[in-house]
């Protein structure tokens, strides 16, 4: 098995529609720049308030890839 090296970065999703879709929508806007992305960790989840109903949501992620050997 090989030994593998990887680097962590922090990405922060919105979305209207809800905290899961906000993580979907980090990862592949993410997905766009990087490879080897293999795991993710969520760090931080906020949302927007209007007339006390929630109307955006974001969330923070620390998104996992491996460097290429």
């Not at 922090?10 to 529609?17: H, N, Q």
């Not at 929508?25 to 997905?31: D, W």
């Amino acid at each position: 098995m090989s030994e593998h090296t990887y680097k962590l970065i922090e990405v922060v999703g919105s979305s209207a529609k809800g905290s899961d879709d906000a993580v979907r929508n980090a990862i592949a806007r993410a997905g766009k720049n990087l490879h080897n992305l293999d795991w993710f960790e969520v760090m931080e989840t906020r949302g927007h308030l209007e007339d006390g109903k929630i109307v955006h949501w974001q969330v923070k992620i620390k998104v996992g890839f491996r460097l290429d050997d």
